[in-house]
């Protein structure tokens, strides 16, 4: 797939064919033992892309009433969707566990987007966010050690590292801090828009899972680092957001997650190891390719405009699903330091005091994210492991 | 056995199957070492903290006025404190109600999982039946008592969080007789030793007949234990002979 015409061209599968039974909705779970981590990677990410789905059209429907039905037709399935996706995560992942997949999620996923965005700005964008989740993994692999006595390892299977990123304790920013320029709509390559919505939506429903889960555990720190990470995740949800032209119409908006679905679907089709799961994803680009192309009808309906001109354009390669490792170390490296003043990125030394303020009133009584880490370094089989670093 | 429990297969979570990507972690841990000082010492020091400010879960609902107890010839006193014994039937009845629960799920493996056995089934169905009389047997104590079995008291709900992860296990469809037959050993051997002290604390408060209908349930858990434990190896024995 090079150009999204190519996609308009297959219409998929009509909406009126895309059904499910309950048995399908709430079907076998991956191994989390034996499944490649990246097969859960897709997993969580595709959750994320469906629920932001529902998110997006619930609010058109809120302003529209002409696009109700439509809307409300393609979210059912949507639903649906999510639903057999998020129920193949197994019983056996503890919720801390699910949550370092989350932050492997956020990390390799945002370290292959950021590569693949060609505006300057916004790739920095992701590369500045990538450094928090990248901080969020270490600290909660530290406390899956402490608090369950497991090793983060066993969900991330070598492929990602476990060292502080830039401190969370430091992440805490004013609201003016965490807004950041916006493309403009006119002018961005359609996969900028593309990358926008995709990490928006996975960065929502981190926050989402870490405010849901967040009062189950029954451990102090634990309660207080979710607490701390959910506050972030709300900040990462403010800044990706804020990356969209506001200028861009419902409708626009609508096109660009629909052509976003049908790239990441994609993307998973293609490089899926486990075949029940390789066939999920190609049925759901098919079923995808049927809501863009009823949006794009109701576009032109509605809006008497081509859906070309939102779409139109070439697409880099596939998101690609693997270690990142060697590009994270080095944007750790050069820009662990950087901050934000605005909408720019500065040296630390160049923050401003609104920010400052904010922090050191939230971190005047500790933090959990600190406490949980101190002195932490990852070893396998957990730091209880004398020989781990011989491994 | 008809399939075996235990396959050697494609298991993804240890070193051996990601040495290069460990190797690489571990260079990650040298070039970017801990950010902050301490050690797990500061977590703890954390947790204690928020243990002393902490509230307590619940309380004990109040047992009704003695005036409106059933009471028998020799169980004529509330004893010292009875909210202590209230509690300790409370958790006993949630922990027999819900061992109901559990063998019904266990019965549901025995004959399907792999490992499934028919003889098994006709054991467990007679425990279960065991585990129904026992939790009546303490709703009648707590009756006895002036308390009020439908209450949940705070160390029942303790106890049901504490069984939530022998539920996981044994309604895991993936889970093999074998390693569900192993949590159930987790519940049979807190359930023999809870009704050891049950006993004492009935006899200490003054109730020697409600202490006497409980050593007939201790008889019967000594028994389910031990069967629980000669399955357990009976079958471990048999997939590695």
Not at chain 1, 143 to 171: C, F
Not at chain 2, 196 to 215: D, N, S, V
Request: hydrophobic share 40%.
């Amino acid at each position: 797939m090079t150009k999204i015409d190519n996609l308009l061209d297959n219409k998929g599968t009509p909406l009126d064919k895309q059904s499910f039974t309950w048995r399908e909705l709430a079907g076998k779970p991956i191994s989390k033992l034996d499944d490649d981590a990246f097969t859960r990677v897709r997993v969580i990410l595709m959750n994320g892309v469906e629920s932001d789905a529902l998110r997006l059209k619930h609010f058109g429907s809120r302003f529209h009433k002409e696009l109700q039905l439509p809307l409300a037709q393609i979210r059912r399935v949507e639903q649906h969707q999510m639903t057999s996706i998020n129920w193949l995560l197994s019983a056996d992942h503890s919720p801390l566990e699910t949550t370092v997949a989350y932050e492997q999620v956020a990390i390799e996923v945002t370290a292959a987007v950021a590569q693949n965005e060609p505006d300057p700005y916004q790739a920095q964008t992701y590369r500045f966010g990538l450094l928090e989740d990248f901080d969020h993994l270490y600290r909660y692999a530290a406390m899956l050690d402490r608090l369950e006595g497991k090793d983060a390892n066993n969900i991330l299977q070598g492929y990602t590292d476990l060292v502080p990123g830039r401190p969370t304790s430091e992440h805490h920013r004013a609201p003016g801090d965490d807004l950041r320029d916006n493309y403009e709509k006119d002018n961005a390559a359609l996969i900028t828009k593309i990358h926008a919505a995709l990490i928006t939506g996975a960065e929502y429903q981190t926050h989402d899972y870490y405010m849901n889960i967040g009062p189950l555990f029954a451990d102090p720190v634990a309660r207080a680092l979710y607490a701390e990470i959910a506050s972030v995740e709300e900040q990462h949800v403010t800044q990706y957001g804020s990356l969209q032209d506001p200028a861009e119409t419902f409708m626009e908006k609508w096109l660009v997650h629909e052509a976003m679905e049908v790239y990441t679907y994609a993307s998973c089709a293609e490089q899926e190891e486990n075949p029940r799961l390789k066939a999920m994803w190609e049925r759901f680009v098919d079923y995808e390719l049927g809501h863009l192309n009823l949006a794009c009808e109701l576009f032109k309906k509605y809006e008497r405009r081509d859906p070309a001109e939102v779409l139109a354009g070439p697409l880099p390669r596939m998101i690609e699903f693997k270690s990142q490792r060697d590009f994270v170390r080095e944007t750790l490296s050069r820009e662990v330091d950087l901050r934000a003043h605005g909408i720019d990125y500065v040296p630390k030394e160049k923050e401003a005091r609104p920010s400052l303020d904010y922090r050191a009133q939230l971190n005047s009584e500790g933090v959990p994210a600190n406490v949980v880490s101190a002195g932490y370094t990852f070893k396998p089989g957990t730091e209880l492991n004398e020989v781990g670093e011989q491994q | 056995m008809s399939e075996p429990q235990v396959i050697l297969g494609t298991n993804r979570t240890g070193v051996q199957t990601s040495p290069e990507g460990t190797a690489r972690q571990l260079e990650a841990t040298r070039m970017f070492p801990a950010d902050v000082p301490g050690d797990m010492s500061v977590y703890t020091a954390e947790r204690e903290r928020a243990i002393r400010e902490a509230d307590l879960i619940g309380s004990v609902p109040p047992p009704a006025t003695t005036k409106g107890m059933v009471k028998t010839a020799l169980d004529k006193t509330i004893g010292k404190a009875p909210e202590v014994l209230i509690d300790k039937l409370g958790e006993r009845l949630a922990f027999e109600r819900t061992g109901v629960r559990l063998y019904e799920a266990m019965v549901a493996k025995a004959t399907s999982a792999p490992g499934a056995d028919p003889a098994l089934v006709e054991t467990l169905r007679s425990i279960q039946a065991d585990e129904l009389e026992h939790m009546n047997i303490v709703r009648e104590a707590i009756e006895t008592l002036g308390g009020d079995p439908t209450a949940m008291t705070p160390c029942a709900d303790v106890a049901g969080v504490k069984a939530m992860g022998v539920l996981q296990v044994l309604t895991d469809p993936r889970t093999t007789v074998s390693q569900s037959m192993s949590a159930i050993l987790t519940i049979e051997l807190e359930d023999n030793a809870a009704w050891e002290l049950l006993i004492e604390l009935a006899q200490k408060g003054g109730h020697p007949l409600i202490a006497k209908r409980f050593k007939h349930a201790l008889e019967q858990e000594e028994t389910h234990l031990a069967t629980v434990r000669q399955f357990i190896r009976t079958d471990l024995l048999e997939q590695v002979s």
